[in-house]
């Protein structure tokens, strides 16, 4: 099965909210979706520079590409992969466990196949939309399209100025922390990539575990 989540933040800091859920969700492997191939190659890259492992296929890459890429999500050696809708057709990668909308989709049944990547072959999946004012209305489509409504929240220390508008939910803006849905414990010989629970600074923020560089010496980059 998989959960939903609608996360409210503002467009230019959607990459700082990603990074701070991604220091503290546990993960095993992701699927990051935007819409166009310039993004995917601009925010895998700038992921890998804030220290998380992550590649980029697109349209227009290569099919012998394409298929190593997803190879490495399988294995474990990608745990990051930044993904249109046309590069992410057709994969299959049972270890997913989230899926990220960067950018909404223009069509819910995009988004329907999009979240479908997840929570497969009984295990849980968590598909979370980051989401700016001018896409409130792609929201409201796909809750029509889906018959169901998504949880709205805020995500801590990156609320928007200008909130979108938000669906009818039982959820309170505010409500979810990132971590706050964190899978089950792995099964003996799983793998996972556990980013540990940060401590909370003196702004109520939190403070995610610095990634390791190529060298192995832990990065700090502090709180953003």
Do not use: C
Request: aromatic share 6%; proline share 6%; charged share 30%.
């Amino acid at each position: 099965s998989t959960r939903q989540r609608y996360l409210q933040v503002s467009y230019p800091r959607k990459l700082d909210a990603l990074t701070r859920i991604l220091e503290v969700e546990d993960f095993e492997a992701m699927i990051v979706f935007v819409r166009t191939k310039q993004v995917t190659e601009d925010l895998a890259e700038k992921l890998r520079a804030r220290g998380f492992s992550a590649a980029a296929i697109s349209g227009d890459v290569a099919q012998a590409q394409r298929e190593r890429t997803i190879g490495q999500l399988k294995s474990g050696s990608v745990d990051i992969l930044v993904a249109t809708d046309v590069a992410a057709r057709g994969i299959d990668v049972p270890n997913i466990t989230h899926v990220f909308n960067y950018d909404l989709p223009k069509f819910p049944e995009d988004y329907v196949h999009r979240i479908g990547r997840t929570g497969r072959a009984g295990r849980n999946g968590l598909a979370i939309s980051l989401v700016n004012h001018a896409e409130g209305m792609n929201v409201k489509r796909i809750e029509r399209f889906t018959k169901q409504l998504i949880p709205v929240n805020v995500v801590e220390g990156f609320e928007p100025k200008r909130t979108a508008s938000a669906p009818r939910s039982a959820a309170r803006p505010g409500s979810w922390k990132p971590g706050d849905n964190r899978s089950a414990p792995a099964k003996p010989g799983q793998r996972t990539f556990s980013k540990p629970n940060a401590p909370r600074s003196g702004e109520g923020g939190y403070k995610g575990s610095a990634p390791r560089s190529a060298d192995g010496a832990r990065r700090t980059y502090g709180d953003r």
